[in-house]
């Protein structure tokens, strides 16, 4: 059995260092030593995510589980255990069991595992465990073509029982996976372009097609058995009947489509992106809730159709095979573009229906799953704001020893002082992180163990998609989607931006 404390030391190699060819040794050189069985445990570990998904700890409960620690006696089998446990806990003092729970996993760890269970636990686990490095690794530990490994995950909906197939079998083994009605396949990514004209840059003529803020589906359709699936491949057939309905209405008799589901108001711009996942978070149908907040289907890209594999088609054949399979008011809107000017056209007229953005995408691509390529391009219209840093919290991985996740806020010039909306990590270079780290300690005013709060002075411009409710903040809002764009020493505190102007953007984006 594999001690758990080689996949910390692992996974602590791959956060030290920046290149990708040392992630993907080090990372192949774990897979080949573990066990058959240890493999859907240790895959989930280090890409970032335990396969038992979010276990809903709270933080509190984490920071009381912390043990001083000693000689490691775990095994990667009794972590999973222990996250099988916590996962199943419910009812009556759940919250008691749960600490106690931990607590008794805890004090098994050293002081590392300790650190890589609780960032693991509350989805902070940042090293660099992309999925495309997870699959290169997989392929040098089993010595097969990476090309193989990404195409059996893309069919498989899981790199996992992919590994374990090429670890035992080699490329034979990678065979027995293809494409089939009613196994999910993770889904193709994007990646993003600074706007409509480089994206065709990049693309040449391309389809260009609304970017909505929906949730992201999967749709598979044999006969009149029909399973709905979301980005992260979870089945959520039963609280989506219109996409259900959408699937069943389609001419096709046997499909895999990927769309978008998605709350339009009656003039047909969305509502916010939450009042779409309020459907999400259901069990099951309730039709007052359905009534309340209908949702769309569009279909973007067609994977199968009857019984005729796509994948491997281009774009433009896709689309053919899309429009036909399926009703018109089910397919999204996109045009067919040559220049950079008409893909800005399309764009400017979705943002004016409320939508995102636009994605541009090569009319010659096929539907790599699972990858985030360059064919696949996103335009969206992002927001700014200049912020105060009232706290910071200590990073881990390559940021440890650095401050890195920034608490912003915004002023209050009704109340004084400032009121928070949120927290990020994202678009620190590492010389912004070796700056920030100096300039809030000299400010620093209280610490604990994770935080640092500070003197609000720095200002900072921070980029952003939108305005969400949010049950964790005082001011009822939270940014989402949230970058740094730049530090501005040129602004001080009192030139921030206010609450007012953050609530007048909420208010405005709910009425688009």
């Given at each position: 059995m594999t001690r758990f404390a080689d996949v910390v030391?692992?996974?602590?190699?791959?956060?030290?260092?920046?290149s990708r060819r040392e992630k993907i040794?080090?990372?192949?050189?774990?897979?080949?030593?573990?066990?058959?069985?240890?493999?859907?445990?240790?895959?989930?570990?280090?890409?970032?995510?335990?396969?038992?998904?979010?276990l809903s700890v709270p933080f509190a409960a984490l920071r009381s589980a912390q043990a001083p620690g000693g000689e490691s006696r775990l095994t990667v089998q009794d972590v999973d255990r222990a996250f099988e446990s916590l996962k199943g806990m419910r009812g009556k003092g759940v919250a008691q069991r749960r600490a106690t729970a931990l607590r008794e996993l805890f004090v098994r760890a050293t002081p590392s595992e300790q650190d890589f269970l609780a960032r693991l636990i509350i989805g902070e686990l940042r090293q660099g465990a992309l999925e495309g490095v997870m699959l290169d690794a997989v392929a040098a530990a089993a010595d097969v073509p990476a090309a193989d490994v990404r195409r059996a995950a893309t069919f498989a909906g899981a790199l996992a029982p992919v590994a374990r197939?090429?670890?035992e079998a080699g490329t034979a083994g990678l065979r027995h996976f293809s494409v089939q009605v009613m196994r999910p396949v993770m889904p193709m990514l994007a990646q993003p372009a600074a706007d409509a004209q480089a994206a065709m840059a990049a693309c040449g003529t391309a389809l260009v097609e609304w970017k909505l803020d929906g949730a992201r589906v999967q749709v598979h359709k044999e006969g009149a058995q029909v399973k709905v699936f979301t980005r992260s491949l979870n089945e959520v057939t039963a609280a989506l009947p219109e996409v259900v309905a959408a699937a069943l209405a389609a001419p096709a008799q046997s499909l895999i489509l990927d769309g978008e589901a998605i709350a339009l108001r009656p003039d047909g711009s969305p509502h916010p992106f939450q009042d779409t996942m309020r459907r999400f978070g259901r069990k099951k149908d309730d039709a007052d809730t359905r009534d309340g907040l209908p949702l769309s289907a569009f279909f973007f890209d067609c994977l199968l159709a009857d019984g005729h594999p796509l994948v491997d088609a281009p774009l433009e054949a896709r689309r053919a095979a899309l429009e036909r399979a399926v009703l018109p008011e089910n397919v999204t809107p996109a045009v067919r573009a040559a220049t950079g000017e008409q893909a800005a056209a399309f764009y400017e007229d979705a943002l004016r229906r409320g939508h995102e953005g636009v994605m541009v995408k090569s009319l010659g691509s096929p539907y790599e799953a699972g990858r985030r390529g360059g064919t696949w391009l996103k335009v969206k219209r992002a927001h700014t704001l200049d912020l105060v840093v009232l706290a910071?919290?200590?990073?881990?991985?390559?940021?440890?020893?650095?401050?890195?996740?920034?608490?912003l806020g915004a002023r209050d010039p009704a109340g004084g002082g400032f009121v928070m909306l949120g927290k990020t990590f994202k678009g620190l270079t590492d010389a912004m992180l070796e700056w920030q780290t100096r300039e809030f300690l000299a400010r620093e005013t209280a610490r604990d163990e994770w935080i640092v709060r500070v003197r609000p002075e720095l200002v900072v411009e921070i980029a952003f998609n939108d305005i969400q409710k949010s049950p964790h903040y005082p001011c009822g809002m939270a940014l989402r989607f949230a970058r740094v764009k730049r530090y501005r020493p040129d602004k001080a505190a009192t030139q921030a931006d206010t609450i007012d102007t953050v609530r007048r953007l909420f208010e405005s984006q709910a009425g688009r």
């Amino acid at each position: 059995m594999t001690r758990f404390a080689d996949v910390v030391e692992t996974s602590g190699r791959v956060a030290a260092t920046a290149s990708r060819r040392e992630k993907i040794e080090a990372f192949a050189a774990l897979l080949r030593r573990l066990e058959p069985g240890e493999l859907e445990i240790v895959i989930p570990f280090l890409s970032g995510e335990p396969r038992q998904g979010r276990l809903s700890v709270p933080f509190a409960a984490l920071r009381s589980a912390q043990a001083p620690g000693g000689e490691s006696r775990l095994t990667v089998q009794d972590v999973d255990r222990a996250f099988e446990s916590l996962k199943g806990m419910r009812g009556k003092g759940v919250a008691q069991r749960r600490a106690t729970a931990l607590r008794e996993l805890f004090v098994r760890a050293t002081p590392s595992e300790q650190d890589f269970l609780a960032r693991l636990i509350i989805g902070e686990l940042r090293q660099g465990a992309l999925e495309g490095v997870m699959l290169d690794a997989v392929a040098a530990a089993a010595d097969v073509p990476a090309a193989d490994v990404r195409r059996a995950a893309t069919f498989a909906g899981a790199l996992a029982p992919v590994a374990r197939a090429a670890l035992e079998a080699g490329t034979a083994g990678l065979r027995h996976f293809s494409v089939q009605v009613m196994r999910p396949v993770m889904p193709m990514l994007a990646q993003p372009a600074a706007d409509a004209q480089a994206a065709m840059a990049a693309c040449g003529t391309a389809l260009v097609e609304w970017k909505l803020d929906g949730a992201r589906v999967q749709v598979h359709k044999e006969g009149a058995q029909v399973k709905v699936f979301t980005r992260s491949l979870n089945e959520v057939t039963a609280a989506l009947p219109e996409v259900v309905a959408a699937a069943l209405a389609a001419p096709a008799q046997s499909l895999i489509l990927d769309g978008e589901a998605i709350a339009l108001r009656p003039d047909g711009s969305p509502h916010p992106f939450q009042d779409t996942m309020r459907r999400f978070g259901r069990k099951k149908d309730d039709a007052d809730t359905r009534d309340g907040l209908p949702l769309s289907a569009f279909f973007f890209d067609c994977l199968l159709a009857d019984g005729h594999p796509l994948v491997d088609a281009p774009l433009e054949a896709r689309r053919a095979a899309l429009e036909r399979a399926v009703l018109p008011e089910n397919v999204t809107p996109a045009v067919r573009a040559a220049t950079g000017e008409q893909a800005a056209a399309f764009y400017e007229d979705a943002l004016r229906r409320g939508h995102e953005g636009v994605m541009v995408k090569s009319l010659g691509s096929p539907y790599e799953a699972g990858r985030r390529g360059g064919t696949w391009l996103k335009v969206k219209r992002a927001h700014t704001l200049d912020l105060v840093v009232l706290a910071v919290e200590w990073g881990s991985g390559r940021r440890k020893g650095w401050l890195s996740n920034l608490h912003l806020g915004a002023r209050d010039p009704a109340g004084g002082g400032f009121v928070m909306l949120g927290k990020t990590f994202k678009g620190l270079t590492d010389a912004m992180l070796e700056w920030q780290t100096r300039e809030f300690l000299a400010r620093e005013t209280a610490r604990d163990e994770w935080i640092v709060r500070v003197r609000p002075e720095l200002v900072v411009e921070i980029a952003f998609n939108d305005i969400q409710k949010s049950p964790h903040y005082p001011c009822g809002m939270a940014l989402r989607f949230a970058r740094v764009k730049r530090y501005r020493p040129d602004k001080a505190a009192t030139q921030a931006d206010t609450i007012d102007t953050v609530r007048r953007l909420f208010e405005s984006q709910a009425g688009r």
